[in-house]
């Protein structure tokens, strides 16, 4: 007995140690398989850089400037639609199975956009393919984040981020290799759109293998199920703590009365949503998307031909990569407002700069090279500073019962930003040139700088409960500054 006994406990302390092993890799398979929507997302939004001007040519599409932009920019009107009723739906009919349907959706337009024949065809199928990614965009880290552990979780969502900006490393990348091996062909760009059915597959097979979020399963009375599921990515007494706390946190805000538009008549309810979509919308007149989308467009303006412009993009997307890691490092130990205030100044400088040097240098040698290495630190500070810390502030920003209406109209006004930029970029590049662009967004960028400077209160180190006393306090404090100014307090 004395020899079997520490036997036995070593067999077991093993076989305990083999579950670890076996549920930490499970974690891993769910996270790699769910960012695949992330990848899609970035590859999706990334691949028009390079494609747009081999479908523009007159025996392809035939697009204008205005066309250029519409192509775009349906994607992203389609965006804000999926963005604002995604999460509405996953609540309905679950996290898994709707990430399942945008797996299909994903498919069937990237090979609608791919075949298409005409401009009209090819807008129908990049809007359906916008619904998809803007799905992705909310139901994505909805379902990382039910899925993690608490220790884990800033990690594992911030890990979908990291997926969106490696998929527009990756369309880059194909876009210059198949620029390169195949401009003489007119279907070039059919070949890189097409490549995005291939993560479609992957995220739909995969899907099949992982389970629901036990947060939704909670929710729908699927208790049994939920503990099963947790206790596939948890030890055994960690999921029946977590199990009780899901089940207490779905108590709590079952009875909480959600916020909807009457209450935008409470002045310090207004000033959170004021202050979210400012800052949704503050990100994207940095100028990010311009680049993002038409960066092969704007190097060939500043000098480079098409075959290069493809080639200097992978520079872009490499940059954002790094600095996303970067960003995500940062987040733990820079407040929300230096970041941001870091950041927004760097843009507005280096685009400030482009524009300069785009007038002072037109017809240069130099300037293309000037223009790309330029555009690669404005990337640097947007992807690690700006980037990572503006979902973040979303998410922080508005209580409880208010999240819903907050994030989805801050979302949504992201998306409608955004795709104005895309749509009116490519026509401003055409008819007022490079450097007068640039000016426009220089202005834009002072403008957001002034308005996280005014409005935008620090969010780090603060619960909810403390920000939603800080704005009510603020607006209390205002009304009786008003009052006394006016001369009519007691």
Known sequence: MLVIYPF??????????????NQKSFLSTIVLVSTFGGLLFGYDTGVINGALPFMSEPDQLNLN?????????SLLFGAAIGALFGGRLSDY???????????????????GCTLAPNM????????????AVGGASVIVPTYLAEMSPVERRGRMVSQNELMIVTGQLLAFIFNAIIGNTMSDSSHAWRYMLVIAALPAVFLFLGMLKVPESPRWLVSKGRKVEALRVLQKIRDKNQANVELNEIENAFAEESSMKKATFKDLSI????????????????????????????????LKDAGFATEVALIGNIANGAISVIAVFFGIWLLGR????????????????????????????????????????LTV???????????????LILAEIFPSRLRGLGMGLSVFFLWMTNSIIGLVFPVLLATIGLSTTFFIFVVLGVGGIMFVKKYMPETKGRTLEELEHYFRTYDDDARAEKKVSEGTAL
């Open 334 to 373: 820079v407040g929300r407002r230096p970041m941001l205030l870091i950041g927004l100044s760097g843009t507005t400088t280096t685009l400030l700069l482009i524009a300069i040097f785009s007038l002072t240098l037109k017809g240069s040698a130099a300037l293309p090279f000037v223009v790309l290495a």
């Open 120 to 131: 009209g065809v090819m807008v129908t199928f990049r809007f359906l393919l916008g619904l």
């Open 377 to 391: 630190v404005f990337l640097a500070f947007m992807q690690g500073f700006i980037g990572p810390v503006t979902w």
């Open 8 to 21: 036995a406990k070593k067999q077991g302390g093993e076989s305990t140690l083999n579950k670890q092993v």
């Open 93 to 111: 009919s679950g996290r898994r199975k709707n990430i399942l349907f945008l797996a299909v959706l994903f498919f069937i337009s990237t090979l």
């Open 267 to 298: 002045p310090w309810v207004r000033r959170i949503l004021f202050i979210g979509i400012g800052i949704a919308i503050v990100q994207q007149i940095t100028g990010i998307n311009a680049i993002m989308y038409y960066g092969t467009e704007i």
């Open 65 to 73: 400037s205005f066309a250029q932009g519409l192509v775009a920019s």
